[in-house]
C-alpha cells in the first residue's frame, strides 16, 4: 500500500520532530532565559491547550469530507512557520514571544495527526489493521526516540562549533573586546574586587557570555532543522491516495 508506506515515513519524521520540540523548547527555557522548570512547563502548555480545542473541528472538517492531504499539507506548513520563530528567539525574548509560536505548532500536529491516521490506515482491511496499527504506533515511537537523541546530540556538537567559531573572534587586537574587559573589570571593582581580581572575573564573565551566545546558536540551528523537516514531509502527503472510505474521525483518535 503506497499511502501506508508513505505514511509511515512521514509519521516517524513527525514523531522526530514532535519529541525533538519536547525537549529543546524546555531547555531553552531554563538555560538561556533562566526560567525555572515550572514556569517553562506553563508557558509549554499553550501548545497542549490549542492542540485540544482544535482537535474536536479538525474532526468536523473531516466529517464534512474537507481534503485530508491538503489539511496535512497545511499542517506543515503551519509547524514549519512555528519552528522558524522559534530560530528567531535570542536572549531577550519573553513569554509573549513564545506564546504565538506554541500555538501554531499546536494547530499544526492537529491538522497533520488526524487527517495523517486517516490517510494511512484508509487503504488497510480489516484483517491487516492490527498488524498495520502496530507498525504505525512502533515507528512513531523510533521517531520519537531519534528525536530525542538527535536533539541532544546536536545541541552540544553545534554549540562547540559555535564556540570555536566565536571564540576565533578574540585577539588582543580586538578594540572591542578590550573595551567590554575594562568595563566589565571596573564594574567589578566597584563592587570590592582588587584590580587582579577583577580582571579575572571580567575574563570569566565575558567568557560565559561567548558560551551563552554559542548555545544560543545551537538552539537556533535545531529549530531551523526542525522547521525545513516540517517543510520537506509536505511534498511527500501528495504521494498518498486519496481516500476511497468516508472519513471516520473516531478512527484518527486512538
Same mark, same amino acid.
Given at each position: ?109 492537529? %491538522?497533520?495527526?488526524? @487527517? &495523517?491516521?486517516? !490517510?494511512?490506515?484508509? =487503504? ?7 498488524? /498495520? ?97 516540517? %517543510?520537506?514531509?509536505? @511534498? &511527500?502527503?501528495? !504521494?498518498?491516495?486519496? =481516500? ?7 478512527? /484518527?483518535?486512538?
Amino acid at each position: 500500500h503506497r499511502s501506508f508506506a508513505v505514511g509511515i515515513v512521514i509519521t516517524t519524521v513527525l514523531g522526530f520532530v514532535l519529541y525533538g520540540s519536547l525537549v529543546s523548547l524546555p531547555l531553552f527555557m531554563q538555560e538561556l532565559l533562566g526560567w525555572t522548570a515550572e514556569t517553562a512547563g506553563f508557558w509549554t502548555s499553550p501548545r497542549g491547550i490549542a492542540t485540544a480545542v482544535c482537535m474536536p473541528v479538525v474532526g468536523y472538517m473531516l466529517g464534512k469530507r474537507w481534503a485530508p492531504r491538503w489539511m496535512v499539507v497545511f499542517g506543515c506548513l503551519i509547524g514549519s512557520m512555528a519552528f522558524f520563530g522559534y530560530s528567531r528567539m535570542d536572549l531577550d525574548s519573553g513569554t509573549w514571544d513564545i506564546l504565538g509560536h506554541q500555538i501554531n505548532q499546536g494547530i499544526g500536529q492537529t %491538522l497533520i495527526f488526524l @487527517p &495523517l491516521t486517516i !490517510l494511512i490506515m484508509d =487503504p488497510i482491511s480489516k484483517e491487516e489493521t492490527p498488524y /498495520a496499527t502496530s507498525l504505525y504506533s512502533v515507528m512513531r515511537n523510533i521517531g520519537s526516540s531519534m528525536g530525542i537523541s538527535f536533539v541532544t546530540t546536536l545541541l552540544a556538537r553545534r554549540s562547540q562549533f559555535h564556540q570555536g567559531r566565536l571564540a576565533g573572534n578574540i585577539s588582543l587586537s580586538n578594540l572591542q573586546l578590550l573595551q567590554a574587559q575594562n568595563q566589565t573589570g571596573a564594574m567589578f571593582a566597584q563592587h570590592g574586587s582588587d584590580t587582579v581580581t577583577s580582571t579575572h572575573q571580567a575574563l570569566e564573565f565575558l567568557y560565559g557570555s561567548l558560551q551563552q551566545q554559542a548555545t544560543l546558536l545551537s538552539y537556533i540551528d535545531v529549530f531551523r532543522v526542525m522547521a525545513w523537516l516540517f %517543510l520537506l514531509t509536505a @511534498p &511527500l502527503v501528495l !504521494l498518498m491516495r486519496k =481516500p476511497k472510505r468516508d472519513p471516520d474521525p473516531s478512527m /484518527a483518535a486512538h
